[in-house]
């Protein structure tokens, strides 16, 4: 059975950090697409983040050069290390994996596009 948990979330101030970590089980995570999300109140649920089975990482304009993403395979997590954190980064966050095993495609950042969902964490960052 897959499952995806996330962990790491919390409150923090303006300028601060955070590490956000998505324990799977029930399959290996190294084979696929893993994506991060958030979902703001009042706004739709937009992709973040995502690494593929070769590595390649990508990410949205607004958190470029701030977020980095990243698999540890031995452990079977994914990892969103999230510094310089703004008040407009404050949203619930979710891991997902891509439904079909390989490279994150040009439609990486679509939900429907993942069957498999994390219940989500709470990020929060105050001005």
């Known amino acids: 059975q897959v499952a995806l948990v996330e962990s790491?979330?919390?409150?923090?101030?303006?300028?601060?950090?955070?590490r956000l970590s998505c324990a799977a089980s029930?399959?290996?995570?190294r084979p696929y697409c893993m994506a991060w999300?958030?979902?703001?109140?009042?706004?739709?649920?937009?992709g973040v983040a995502s690494v593929g089975s070769d590595g390649t990482t990508l990410y949205i304009d607004s958190v470029q050069g701030r977020f980095?993403?990243?698999k540890d395979?031995?452990?079977?997590?994914?990892?969103?290390q999230m510094n310089s954190l703004k008040p407009e980064d404050t949203a619930m966050y979710y891991c997902a994996r891509q439904a079909r095993p390989g490279i994150?495609?040009?439609?990486w950042?679509?939900?429907?596009?993942?069957?498999?969902?994390?219940?989500?964490?709470?990020?929060?960052?105050?001005?």
């Open 26 to 29: 029930g399959y290996r995570i």
């Open 68 to 70: 980095t993403v990243s």
């Open 8 to 18: 790491g979330g919390g409150s923090v101030e303006a300028g601060g950090s955070l």
């Open 104 to 107: 994150c495609g040009f439609s």
């Open 37 to 46: 999300f958030r979902q703001a109140p009042g706004k739709e649920r937009e």
């Open 73 to 80: 395979n031995d452990k079977n997590t994914l990892i969103l």
């Open 109 to 127: 950042f679509r939900a429907v596009n993942h069957d498999y969902w994390g219940q989500g964490i709470q990020v929060t960052v105050s001005s």
